[in-house]
């Protein structure tokens, strides 16, 4: 199919391969993908692969692919360290702990989490991580839920 193809020639051109994971995600199709990736990974050993679980991902069982080091939990609360450790996947540099919000240019928590989400995307697109249509799709994202939860709080 011309579309394999396509994928294919892109995976041949990355440097990193992020499998998305969410609650309509075929386990099947997920691990065809992650074979995949690994294969490509024993043909480059700098190639990385992250597996990103959605915020409505099902329990994946990750001891089945010992060869991925690379995990990105959107599932927890805490999405600014799932955003730190992709960005860092991204890169191909260990995690490590997450750079602080700066609290001087947000007055709101929300406001600090997507501040520090667009600055990331910024950085992918500056790196040529990420096509711009993708970028201004997630920029949408984000800055559509920072709106939503800062009306919620607001009452």
């Known amino acids: 199919m011309p579309w394999e193809t396509a994928w294919d020639s892109g995976m041949d051109q990355s440097r990193c391969y992020a499998i998305c994971v969410g609650k309509q995600t ?4 997920f691990k065809q993908e992650v074979q995949r990736a690994i294969r490509r990974k024993q043909e480059i050993p700098s190639f ?3 597996i990103v ?4 991902a099902r329990e994946i069982d990750v001891d089945v692919f010992p060869e991925l080091t690379t995990w990105v939990d959107f599932r927890n609360l805490d999405h600014s360290y799932a955003f730190h450790v992709l960005v860092c996947g991204v890169k191909g540099i260990p995690p490590g702990p997450p750079p602080k ?4 240019t947000t007055d709101t928590w929300t ?5 520090v989400r667009l600055r990331e995307l910024q950085q992918f697109k500056q790196g ?13 994202i984000i800055l559509k839920k920072a709106w939503l939860d800062i009306d919620e709080t607001k009452g």
């Open 128 to 140: 040529k991580l990420i096509d711009d249509s993708v970028a201004q799709e997630f920029q949408r």
């Open 48 to 50: 990385r692969v992250l």
């Open 101 to 104: 919000p700066r609290m001087e």
């Open 111 to 115: 406001g600090m989490i997507a501040e």
């Open 53 to 56: 679980l959605l915020p409505d």
């Open 26 to 29: 075929s386990m099947d199709w």
